[in-house]
């Protein structure tokens, strides 16, 4: 059964930080590239970041950039977002997913909101959620 199970969401005042993490089973992880998407009310799913599995390149939502790393463990199947000086504006459910090849990424993240598209075979969490008190 494919598993991605998101955790270290919460409450935290503007300016403050959070790490998630996803911690996957039940496919071949290391054949994935693995983003982080968030969702708020009302609005259109935003692709946050992701990692590519062929060469480990990374990518990054403009609104994001220099605030968020993510990175991956092979090794213990996880993939983490750290996320550093937050903003009431990045409040939202977090999720995960493990994007088919190939071109997971640019499909999807590098794509921007409108532009991106999704295959039935990507797999994704259920979510956690962060919000940012101002």
């Known amino acids: 059964e494919v598993q991605l199970v998101e955790s270290g969401g919460g409450l935290v005042q503007a300016g403050g930080s959070l790490r998630l993490s996803c911690a996957a089973s039940?496919?071949?992880?290391?054949?994935?590239?693995l983003g982080w998407f968030r969702q708020a009310p009302g609005e259109e799913r935003e692709g946050v970041s992701c990692?590519?599995?062929?060469?480990?390149?990374?990518y990054y939502a403009d609104s994001v950039k220099g605030r968020f790393t993510i990175s991956r463990d092979n090794a213990k199947h996880t993939v983490y977002l750290q996320m550093n000086s937050l903003k009431p504006e990045d409040t939202a459910v977090y999720y995960c997913a493990a994007l088919l090849k190939p071109h997971g990424c640019v499909r999807t993240v590098v794509a921007g909101t409108r532009a991106a598209y999704y295959y039935g075979m990507d797999y994704w969490g259920k979510g956690t959620p962060v919000t940012v008190s101002s």
């Open positions: 039940g496919f071949s992880f290391d054949d994935r590239d």
């Open positions: 990692i590519s599995s062929s060469d480990g390149s990374t």
